[in-house]
């Protein structure tokens, strides 16, 4: 594959106009997005209960990102990266895609840009057996993923790969099919010269479905389930497999790896099973830079919303650097469009942080003033690295008070000024439910 690094940043001189910044870099694009894992479990993010040594060697040979926000749950999430656009502006049921958003995706975009698409491990934007084309519609080229609350994702998974459903998993263990599985496309990628576009949607470290008749599989040899802290280290030697690859393929040097969390760190995680729909849990906490923090998944707060993002590129992206710029879900469409040379149609509510991996002089381009995050239940915020405002109006100040213990109440000085920013950003992308 030639590869080709153009970074315009200068002005037109003929039309003597400023020209938007422009970056043209195809590189190959590795995006991981791990189930329900937050900042709190990650070494390079001060987590020191857990082992994550090859997520925290790509932070160290790349950029890590400390205020990246997600929606509090999986599906809003997906629906966002998906089309660079915030949830509340789509009519999209749990687990379910709008159609009208088809030709809307990220995998649509890079596609037309001429890269090859997969996704492989959680899909959650229908049921497979009912629709088992959708991937198709959606840009990817190829799909390996398994059926949500139709069965296993983790021991004896049940995949639908490309159409069919699988029937050689007995005894198999699915992040490892998944991981084979992008290899393989990955390798068939270079041998036919395309770029590729390999999302690696995680299974892990979600606990197991307990919405289907039969009872998934136990770890073999063992009567419970994975506990959060083995799938965490599960997750990081699923994460080690996937980059040894892009390295045995000779590949590394023009990918670009992104990590991602899709909500905050579970509160609880099913051990085993019990009797009908009763499961013993187990409490998950983290224990991040000696304090142990509880997990967060399905709030607004911090530990419900700001996500891992580690982006990895030799010799593009700076070692062992950090980033502060904010980033929200909306932003993946933009920024991947962006690296990737490909053209986005449709209007989105996402900023490309594609010029923020690539050091100070990029960084003048317009990054964005807020990050956007909402619930299901109608509550939602925006905020700056420091300040919260909920469409309720309350406003907390999260560097001192992460937990939202005390909304501010005596609005003084630039207070006042930080507090109507925020204000007029719900005005800006139209939030309909402000009280
Ligand atoms: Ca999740």
């Known amino acids: 594959m030639k590869f080709v690094l153009f970074l315009f940043l200068t002005c037109s001189v003929l039309l003597g106009a400023k020209v938007e910044p422009k970056i043209v870099l195809q590189p190959n694009i590795v995006l991981i997005m791990a189930d329900d894992v937050g900042c709190e479990p990650i070494g390079a993010y001060g987590g020191e209960r857990w082992k994550t040594p090859h997520l925290d060697a790509l932070a160290k040979g790349g950029m890590r990102f400390d205020y990246c926000f997600s929606m509090p749950v999986c599906h809003p999430t997906r629906i966002c990266l998906m089309t660079g656009k915030y949830p509340f502006r789509m009519k999209s049921g749990w687990g379910t895609f709008p159609k009208i958003e088809e030709k809307n995706t990220v995998a649509q975009v890079l596609k037309k840009a001429g890269y090859a698409t997969a996704i492989a491990g959680k899909w959650q934007l229908c049921l497979m057996k009912k629709d088992k084309e959708q991937p198709a519609r959606m840009g990817f080229d190829q799909w390996s993923v398994f059926g949500w609350h139709e069965g296993a994702r983790f021991h004896e998974p049940y995949i639908y790969q490309d159409g069919r459903l699988r029937t050689d998993t007995k005894g198999k263990y699915g992040p490892e099919l998944y ?10 990628s270079k041998k036919a010269k395309k770029p590729f576009f390999a999302h690696y949607s995680m299974a892990l470290a979600h606990d197991v479905t307990d919405d289907i ?21 599960s997750m990081d030697d699923m994460i080690g497999k996937l980059v040894a690859k892009i390295d045995q393929l000779g590949l590394r040097k023009n990918t670009i790896i992104l990590f991602t ?12 099973h019990i009797k009908g729909r009763q499961y013993e849990r187990e409490e ?5 830079n000696g304090k142990r923090i509880p997990g967060g998944k399905g709030t607004l707060l911090d530990i419900g919303t700001n996500v891992p993002l580690i982006a990895n590129w030799p010799d593009r992206i700076k070692v062992g650097s950090s980033n502060d710029v904010l980033v929200d879900f909306s932003d993946w469409l933009p920024t ?3 690296l990737g040379a490909g053209k986005v149609g449709h209007k989105i509510d996402g900023i490309s942080f594609a010029p923020a991996l690539f050091g ?14 909402e619930s299901r239940s109608g509550k939602a915020w925006v905020r700056t690295q420091r300040y919260k405002l909920y469409n309720n109006g309350q406003l907390y100040d999260v560097q001192k008070d992460a937990m939202e213990k005390k909304p501010i109440k005596n609005m003084t000085g630039s207070l006042i000024k930080e507090r109507e920013a925020l204000q007029s950003a719900f005005t800006q992308i139209k939030y309909p439910n402000i009280k």
């Open 360 to 373: 100070p002089s990029a960084e003048k381009r317009k990054v964005r003033s807020f990050a956007f995050s």
């Open 179 to 188: 991981v084979d599985f992008l290899g393989e496309f990955m390798a068939n």
């Open 336 to 338: 991947l469009a962006e």
């Open 261 to 272: 969390g899709d909500n905050g760190t579970a509160k609880r995680s099913k051990l085993r």
């Open 213 to 233: 008749p039969k009872q998934v599989p136990y770890v073999p040899g063992k009567d419970r389930w994975m506990n959060y802290g083995e799938m965490i280290e």
């Open 284 to 288: 998950v906490y983290s224990i991040r």
